[in-house]
């Protein structure tokens, strides 16, 4: 089960973070991503990180801006996202792949087997 927490409303140029927490497997098997939806469009991958925390991927379109992180320790994952833009709005979803290799990230959503509920970010210009 993945809980997410975290999104809400900001303004352009602000920051949010958004945080998804396990629980009923062992976290630090599985491989995890965010993903958000913009109305009226696909879902698109954010970023994503391997089990050990180590790599990361991202987005073009959220490079530099955005950093995804995870505590082993706590079953958590974190995404910190910085200089929001308008078209940064859209709902966010963490996802968890449970039988990921160690070194490995994946950015499409068919890779991940377990989803968290979306959570409405909302940047104002």
């Known amino acids: 089960q993945l809980q997410a927490f975290g999104g809400g409303l900001v303004q352009a140029g602000g920051s949010l973070r958004h945080s998804c927490a396990a629980s009923g497997r062992t976290f630090s098997n599985q491989a995890m991503g965010w993903f958000r939806q913009a109305p009226g469009k696909e879902r698109e991958f954010v970023a994503a990180?391997?089990?050990?925390?180590?790599?990361?991927s991202y987005a073009d379109s959220v490079k530099g801006r955005f950093t995804i992180s995870r505590d082993n320790a706590k079953n958590t994952v974190t995404l910190q996202m910085n200089s929001l833009k308008s078209e940064d709005t859209a709902v966010y979803s963490c996802?968890?792949?449970?039988?990921?290799?160690?070194?490995?990230?994946?950015?499409?959503?068919?890779?991940?087997?377990?989803w968290g509920q979306g959570t409405q970010v909302t940047v104002s210009s």
């Open positions: 990180i391997n089990r050990n925390g180590r790599i990361t």
């Open positions: 996802a968890a792949n449970s039988s990921a290799n160690l070194s490995a990230t994946h950015i499409r959503a068919e890779e991940y087997n377990y």
